[in-house]
C-alpha cells in the first residue's frame, strides 16, 4: 500500500505519433497522390478544402513475415459446438477454399483488401501540389521579405527641414497669430471707434472738458497695441508641423490573382463550371504559397465588367466575344490598383476559343506589350474539344515570346482539369 | 455461475449489511482513484498478490490511441508501421467501432498502467483491479517473464534505442534506417532464443559498450571471414563439409547481426535493438490466455471482494458485470463475430475452474485432477500462474467442465481429404485429445514456421542457407519471397531457404535468383 503513484499525464504532448504517421504518409505517397487525383475530379468546388479518405490495398502495406500457407495437415479448435459429434464429416467450400471456419469479416466493413484512413485538408493541399511550382515564385519572395512600405501616420512636432509640411505649418502660426492678437485687435478696433467719435464729436468750449487730452490717451494706447500686436512673430518654431511616416512592413506575400472568363452566348454552364475548378485549383495553389491573395473577377463577352464571385460564375449572358475588352480592363485594374512592385500577380483566362477574329490580334499584341511584363505568369486555359480557332494560334506566338510567364493549354473534359493544371504548373527541371 | 463464484470465500468476510461504500457517484476524481486503489491493494493482499510498485497514469483518449499504436511501449522509436497502426487505431475509434484500449499496461517496474480519462469510476477501478494487480502480480510471477525481461531496465532500454535510432537517421537518413527496419522487422520473430536465456538488458551498459561493441563486433565479423582457410583442392572433403554455423541457429537476427560480411556497425545496432525488443514481448506472446485470464479472474474476484466489504454499491457492480461479460464473451464458431478463441474467456474459465476444483470438487475433478482437487485455492493459482506457458497451462489445468462450458470440438483440416473431419469434442473419450490440441494450437513454433539458419557458405559465395522444417506437411506462405528479400539485405549475399520434410527437400526459395546448377 502507499506504492501506487498516480500521475495526471493528459496534458502531456499527445501527438506522438505524429512522426510515425508522417514517416507512414511519405514511405506511401505514391498511393495518396493518386487518390487526391481522383479527389480533386470528383470533389464540387466549395468542399475542396478537405481532407479525403484514402485507401492503399493491404497487400501494398503488408509487413511481411514467415508464416504457415495453406495446405498440409492440420487441426483447429473452435468453440460453441452444437451437433458435431466425432468423426463427422463436413463437405469444405466449393472453389477449394482451405483452412477456413475463421471468421474473415473486416472489422471496418470495408473490403478487406483496402486499408483506409483520412488524411486531413493540410495534408491533402501538400499532395495536391506536391511537385508544383509556381512560376519565378521566389525572385518575388525575396524581394518582398526585405520589402518595407511607409505609411503617413499624422504629424509631428519634430523633423528635418525636407518633411516640414508648409501649409499646416502656416495653418497653425496663422491660427496662432489669431489667437494671441485677437483681443488686442478687439481692443485697437473699439479704441479707434471711441477716438473717430471724439474726434467727431463738435470741440467743448470748456478748455477743462477738452478732447485732445482723451484723443491722445487713445492713439497712445492704440500704438501701444499695435506695437504689441506687430510683435507676435509672423511663424515661431512650435508652428512648425513635419510630416510623419511609419516603416511599415509589407504584407509578406501578396498575390492577385485574375480571373477572366468569356460568358458570351457560346459558353455552357459546363464550360463555366470546368473553368471554375481550374480557377479553384489556381485560388489554392497560391494560397499555399501567399499569405494575402486578391482575387479580381473579370467577365467579357464584347465588353467586359469586373463583378463579384456570384455574378462572375452564375449570371447569364449572350453575344459575340471580344476577348481584348478583358484584357483591357485587366490592364486599367492593374494601373489603378496593383502595382506590380508590390503585388504578384497572376492571370487564368478560361474561354471556349471563341473571339472575333479581328481580335485576336489585338489580344496578342495587349499580351505582349502591356500585361506580361507586369504579371507573374499568365495561363490560358481553352474550354473545347473541338480545333482551336484564331484566338489560340496568336495565343501561340505570344507563348514563344514569354516561355516562362506565358502558358495555354486545352481542356476538352472535367476530368482533364488536373492533369492540365499540373502541366502548366510543373516543376520546371533546373 | 457457480456459488464459489459468487461469494467468494475470502478471508474475513463482513457482514454485508455494513454497507460503507467508498464513492457512490460514477464520476472519478484523483481523491477517488487513490482510495480505491488503496481498497483494491487491501483485497490483493488477503489473497497474497505480489506487485511490482504501480504508476497508475491518466491520460486522455487521443494519448491512449498513440499508446496502442506502438505496441503499448511508451518511448519507441519512428517508424512508419507504427504510423500504420495509428491510423487504423484512430479511425475505428472515431467511427466508434472499437471501444478504446479497455486497458494497456507495461511490463516495467514500476508497473506502468494507463487509465483514460474518459472512463467511469467503475471502469477506472476495473482497470487498475485488472492491470496494477492482475497483470502486474503475472510480470512478477511468471517465470517466463522472471527469465526472459528486466523490467526495471525496459525503460531505459526504449529511451536508448529510440535515441540511437533517431541518430543514425540524422547521419545516414531516413530512408537507410527505414529499410534495415523494415528488414528486422520482417524477421523479428524469428529474432528471439527461445530456450537460451539472453542476458538482461540495460541502458546504461548498453550505451557504455556500445563504443566498444562497435569494435569488437567489426573485429569478430572480419576474422570470421578472414580467417577461412583457402580453397584447397587436397582438403579433407569431410572438413569441408563441415557446416558454419556447427548446430542450426534459431535466432536469425542474432546470427546475421554477428556473422553478416558487409553490415555497417549502426546497421548491427539497430538489428540487436529490434532483437532485444522481439525478446522483450516473447514471453508475452506465449502467455497471453494465461496473462489475460489471471488479470480477468483477478479484477472479478477483488471487486467482488470489495462487495462483499461493502465498499461499492450494486450499481457499481452492475456497470463492472456488464463490462466484465463484454470481455469474456466468447462467439460461438458460426457466428458472424467469431475470429477464434477469446483468450479472456479462456484464460478466465481456466483459473475460475480451477478455483473450484480446489474448493468444491466433484468426483471427475478428483479423477482429472488429484493433486490439486481440494487444496489451497490461492497456493494453487498462483503455481498455475508463475511456473507455465499458455501450450502448458492448457495442457495442465484445462478441465473436462470447461470444455463442456466452451463446448470445443476439434476440426481436422488435410490437403489431401475432400472434407474436414471432426476428430474430438467435448465428450469422455474426446477429452484428452481435445486439450492436447488445443494446447499445441498455443505453442509459438507450432504456430509460427519452424526457421533456422543451416549454413553459410564461407568458402564459395557466401550465401547463407536457411532451413524450414515443415509440421504435418504445411508449407510456408506467399509472404517468404519477400521476407526473403529482407534477409538478403541484411545478409548482403544470396539467401536461399529450403524445405526440408524428413530429409527431402520439398520446396526451395532464393533470393535474387537460383543457384547456378551444378553440373
Known sequence: ???????????????????????????????????????????????????????????????????????????????????????????????????????????????????????????????????????????KQLKDTESFNYVRSGFSTQGVPAKLDVIRSLRGAHARRLGLGGARRKKIRELEAQLADLKSAPADLDAAFSHDDQIRVLEDEIARLKANVKRIPFIDEIDLRYRQHLKQHKPATSAVMFCLMDVSGSMTQMHKDTAKRFFILLYLFLKKNYKKIDVVFIRHHTSAKEVDEEEFFYSRETGGTIVSSALKLMHKIIDSRYSPAEWNIYAAQASDGDNWNDDSPICGKLLTERILPLVQYFAYVEITPQDHQMLWHEYEQVQAQFPGSFAQQQIADPSEIYPVFRRLFERKAA | ??????????????????????????????????????????????????????????????????????????????????????????????????????????????????????????????????????????????????????????????????????????????????????????????????????????????????????????RRVNDLWRTIPKLDEDEDPVKRKKRYPEEPQENLLYFIEKNAPLLETWQREIIRIVRKLAQYFYPQRQTQVMNEGWATFWHYTLLNRMYEKGLVTDGFMLEFLQSHTAVVYQPPFNSPWYSGINPYTLGFSIFIDLRRICEAPTDEDREWFPDIAGTDWVKTLHFAMANFKDESFIQQFLSPKVMRDLKLFAIEDDDMEDSYTVTAIHDEPGYRELREKLARQYNLSYREPNIQVWNVDLRGDRSLMLRHVPVDRVPLGEDTEEVLRHAHRLWGFDVHLESVDEGTVVEEYHCPHPPPLTP
Request: a negative charge.
Open chain 2, 1 to 218: 455461475m457457480s456459488d464459489a463464484i459468487d461469494r467468494p470465500n475470502a478471508p474475513d468476510v463482513e457482514s454485508p449489511a455494513i454497507r460503507k461504500p467508498v464513492s457512490t457517484s460514477s464520476e472519478w476524481t484523483f481523491e477517488l482513484i487513490r482510495q480505491y486503489d488503496e481498497e483494491i491493494a487491501k483485497c490483493a493482499a488477503e489473497f497474497g498478490l505480489d506487485t511490482y510498485p504501480n504508476q497508475v497514469e491518466v491520460i486522455s483518449a487521443e494519448q491512449m490511441m498513440d499508446a496502442y499504436s506502438s505496441v503499448g511501449m511508451p518511448v519507441g522509436y519512428n517508424h512508419w508501421s507504427f504510423g500504420k497502426q495509428f491510423l487504423s487505431t484512430s479511425k475505428g475509434y472515431q467511427r466508434g467501432q472499437m471501444g478504446l484500449a479497455y486497458e494497456i499496461v507495461i511490463n516495467s517496474n514500476p508497473c506502468i498502467a494507463y487509465l483514460m480519462e474518459e472512463n467511469t469510476l467503475p471502469m477506472q477501478a476495473l482497470v487498475i483491479a485488472h492491470a496494477c494487480y492482475g497483470h502486474n502480480s503475472f510480470f512478477k510471477g511468471n517465470y517466463l517473464f522472471r527469465t526472459w525481461t528486466d523490467a526495471s531496465a525496459i525503460i531505459d532500454y526504449l529511451v536508448f534505442a529510440r535515441n540511437y535510432v533517431s541518430e543514425c537517421e540524422e547521419r545516414h537518413g531516413v530512408d537507410a534506417v527505414e529499410q534495415i527496419l523494415d528488414s528486422c522487422h520482417a524477421l523479428m520473430n524469428h529474432g528471439v532464443d527461445r530456450y537460451k536465456r539472453p542476458s538482461p538488458i540495460s541502458a546504461a551498459k548498453e550505451a557504455l559498450r556500445q563504443e566498444e561493441r562497435e569494435e569488437y563486433l567489426q
Open chain 1, 1 to 139: 500500500m502507499g506504492m501506487t503513484h498516480i500521475v495526471d499525464r493528459r496534458l502531456n504532448g499527445k501527438n506522438k505519433s505524429a512522426v510515425n504517421r508522417e514517416r507512414f504518409l511519405r514511405r506511401y505517397r505514391h498511393h495518396i497522390k493518386k487518390a487526391v487525383a481522383e479527389a480533386v475530379h470528383r470533389r464540387s468546388i466549395t468542399d475542396i478544402e478537405r481532407g479525403e479518405n484514402v485507401s492503399i490495398p493491404k497487400r501494398d502495406i503488408d509487413e511481411p513475415v514467415f508464416h504457415h500457407g495453406q495446405g498440409g495437415h492440420r487441426e483447429m479448435v473452435h468453440p460453441g459446438n452444437r451437433d458435431f459429434v466425432t468423426g463427422d464429416r463436413l463437405p469444405k467450400p466449393e472453389g477449394g477454399g482451405q483452412g477456413q471456419g475463421q471468421g474473415n469479416a473486416s472489422p471496418d466493413g470495408e473490403g478487406m483488401d483496402e486499408f483506409a484512413f483520412q488524411i486531413t485538408q493540410d495534408e491533402f493541399l501538400n499532395f495536391l501540389f506536391d511537385d508544383l511550382e509556381l512560376p519565378n515564385l521566389v525572385r
